[in-house]
T-cell receptor, first 113, second 112 residues
Framework: DGGITQSPKYLFRKEGQNVTLSCEQN?????MYWYRQDPGQGLRLIYY???????QKGDIAEGYSVSREKKESFPLTVTSAQKNPTAFYLC????????????FGEGSWLTVV | GESVGLHLPTLSVQEGDNSIINCAYS??????FIWYKQESGKGPQFIID?????DKRQGQRVTVLLNKTVKHLSLQIAATQPGDSAVYFC???????????FGTGTRLQVFP
């Protein structure tokens, strides 16, 4: 099946640890995105990438890092510098930036314990 | 998993009735709009989109209306079903800024 696969679905992190969320897509999309979702709020853009080996900061990039070594993969690392990392993280992709529909993965829940 | 829509505005409708979900967008330069449906604990699903050169677009049981004069977008769901219960988000994009902006969402609850 074509789509966007995020893993793990649930992740628990101790304070001070870095964690990496995986995102893989087989849609042959050029653009990929990471969003954060908190209760009662809309989606906020963390990072996005339009092509391999290139990515840009979104609105809330502090405390996060990404890489785009392959077209299919866009992993997100939540670093210990992120002060409030507990949230629902959504990976997405689109054919390109601009007037293109963004399609989402099923999300990953990160909880700091 | 924890709900991502604990404090959202809620629309409650009876099964079989029509639902209208509204969205006010912020950027008068926005020229592309999307509606998403998000079920509890899942990622948003694309429902329907509309470009700014249109004021209405219909899909299967859904219609999106765009009023650029007052920067208002609405999603109409005909014959609402229990499976329509979810949080609905509108999103706007602008070629000028190339940035997709999401609304905070509306929770739709369908009662039998």
């Amino acid at each position: 099946d074509g789509g966007i696969t995020q893993s793990p679905k649930y992740l628990f992190r101790k304070e001070g640890q870095n964690v990496t969320l995986s995102c893989e897509q087989n849609l042959n999309h050029d653009a990929m995105y990471w969003y954060r979702q908190d209760p009662g709020q809309g989606l906020r853009l963390i990072y996005y990438s339009q092509i391999v080996n290139d990515f840009q900061k979104g609105d809330i990039a502090e405390g996060y890092s990404v890489s785009r070594e392959k077209k299919e993969s866009f992993p997100l690392t939540v670093t210990s510098a992120q002060k409030n990392p507990t949230a629902f993280y959504l990976c997405a992709s689109s054919i390109g930036r601009g007037e293109n529909t963004i399609y989402f993965g099923e999300g990953s829940w990160l909880t700091v314990v | 998993g924890e709900s991502v829509g604990l404090h959202l505005p809620t629309l409650s409708v009876q099964e079989g009735d029509n639902s209208i979900i509204n969205c006010a967008y912020s950027n008068s330069a926005s020229d592309y709009f999307i509606w998403y449906k998000q079920e509890s604990g899942k990622g948003p699903q694309f429902i329907i989109d509309i470009r700014s050169n249109m004021d209405k677009r219909q899909g299967q049981r859904v219609t999106v209306l765009l009023n650029k004069t007052v920067k208002h977008l609405s999603l109409q769901i005909a014959a609402t079903q229990p499976g329509d219960s979810a949080v609905y988000f509108c999103a706007e994009n602008s070629l000028a800024t190339d940035k997709l902006i999401f609304g905070t969402g509306t929770r739709l609850q369908v009662f039998p």
